[in-house]
């Protein structure tokens, strides 16, 4: 019997001291292709993105690579929450001291909507113990701190990359590359998108996210950073929805009000009405995402771009 208690005793040491140095330390172990700390290894940028699965799949960093000599790169796991890219940007500005000449967030309406949650568990690996408590306050502030969140946020989260590591992250390094898709992603065809169900008509502002746009353009202007905001192109069928509309709408007069410059999806030459150029209503196809950079980049840089 006292054998087993100091068995039961030991393993719950080892577990404490696992879960403490993941929760302190995940921001230090090398992540290849995608994430923070790589992101700041890559040193000075022309461009950094900063957005959800939107970005990660919409954005072709071979080709953002040829037009900026490799000088781009995309933090791109902060789900579809605008809270989450607020505190990236302050681990980017705590954490290095590397200069951004642009950084470009994502301006996706429907993200004025999101609930104050771990959509995307991953951007907790990328952060340090300070950003920790920073999105774990803002979930505190929203109310989704019940005791599965606190299990999941502080325990479970990143484990199994923690445990897998040796074997999981030479594949994940293939798979991304600078924070985006690098796969042959195909499109189901107009007739999966045409059926796709979808309805987010009962969708309503949640005042934290909006709060969170504030947050950025503060910071920037406090820090003196150039940024813009980007919304990437939907399938018709979103784009054109009479709830992504209004919330368009508003996101525009928000940042209308707060003197904030964004690149529209209509400002960009690009036909949200091929299917060929979609994975699903919200994320491209690779044929689609390496035709649409090629046409942001023309953007980005001016008339007088090659």
């Known amino acids: 019997m006292k054998k087993t208690i100091i068995t039961l005793i030991t ?4 577990s404490c001291v696992i879960i403490s140095a993941k929760n ?32 990660r799949c919409n954005i072709d960093m071979p080709t953002m690579d040829e037009a900026y000599d ?45 609930k104050v949650a771990l959509s995307d568990s991953r951007v907790i690996w990328d952060l340090s113990w300070d950003g920790k408590k920073k999105l774990w306050e803002k979930l505190s502030s929203s109310g989704n701190t019940d005791s599965s969140v606190l299990y999941e946020y502080f325990v479970t989260s990143g484990m199994d990359d923690l445990f897998t590591y040796p074997v999981t992250e030479p594949f994940y390094s293939t798979r991304y590359y600078k924070g985006a898709k690098t796969d042959e992603t195909p499109s189901p065809g107009p007739e999966v998108l045409e059926n796709a169900e979808f309805d987010i008509s009962g969708e309503t502002l949640v005042p934290a996210q909006e709060e969170a746009v504030i947050e950025l353009l503060e910071k920037c202007r406090r820090d003196g950073q150039a940024f813009i905001f980007l919304e990437c192109p939907h399938y018709y069928r979103l784009q054109e929805d009479p709830t992504y509309q209004k919330y368009l709408d508003y996101y525009l007069d928000l940042l209308d009000r707060n003197n904030a410059a964004c690149i529209l999806a209509g400002d960009v030459s690009f036909d ?11 994320h491209m196809s690779a044929e689609g995402r390496r035709l649409y950079t090629k046409k942001l980049i023309k953007l980005l840089k001016g008339p007088e771009a090659p």
């Open 11 to 14: 393993v719950v040491i080892i």
């Open 24 to 55: 302190l330390f995940s921001m230090d172990i090398p992540i290849g292709n995608r994430g923070i700390r790589a992101a700041i290894n890559a040193g000075d940028l022309d461009i950094l993105f900063i957005g959800s699965s939107t970005f």
């Open 70 to 114: 490799g000088r781009v790169y995309d933090i791109s796991y902060g789900g579809n929450q605008l809270v989450a890219a607020s505190i990236q940007y302050d681990e980017i500005k705590s954490r290095s001291a590397n200069k951004y000449d642009l950084i470009v967030f994502e301006l996706n309406p429907m993200m004025l909507t999101e």
């Open 272 to 282: 949200d009405h091929e299917a060929a150029y979609f994975e699903d209503m919200n």
